[in-house]
Nanobody, 127 residues
């Protein structure tokens, strides 16, 4: 059974940091592009960034300012999202997703390009 499980969310004060984890089971994520998305209350789900099977990382322009960092540890079948200098506007449910390599080239920022999704983990940043 394919499953993605996010963890590491919680309540943090503004300026703080969190590291989210996304553990995969039922498949080896080493060949998958793994994406991170978030959805704030009343807003659309938005792309944060993605990491390819080879380790290349791409971020949405808003997140490419150094506060967020995506990494992967294939031996643990896990990807991470490190978030620093958190602000109240970062409050959202954060999701990881896996994009099957069989899809070939495509727009990794597009949620429809992903085949598996986790249940999400809530991050709340207080001011």
């Amino acid at each position: 059974q394919v499953q993605l499980v996010e963890s590491g969310g919680g309540l943090v004060q503004a300026g703080g940091s969190l590291r989210l984890s996304c553990a995969a089971s039922g498949f080896a994520l080493s060949t998958y592009t793994m994406g991170w998305f978030r959805q704030a209350p009343g807003k659309e789900r938005e792309f944060v960034g993605a990491i390819s099977w080879s380790g290349n990382v791409m971020y949405d322009e808003y997140f490419a300012k150094g506060r967020f960092a995506i990494s992967r540890e294939n031996a643990k079948n896990t990807v991470y999202l490190q978030k620093n200098s958190l602000q109240p506007e970062d409050t959202a449910v954060y999701y990881c997703a896996a994009r099957n390599p069989g899809r070939g080239s495509g727009h990794v920022a597009n949620a429809h390009e992903y085949d598996y999704w986790g249940q999400g983990t809530q991050v709340t940043v207080s001011s």
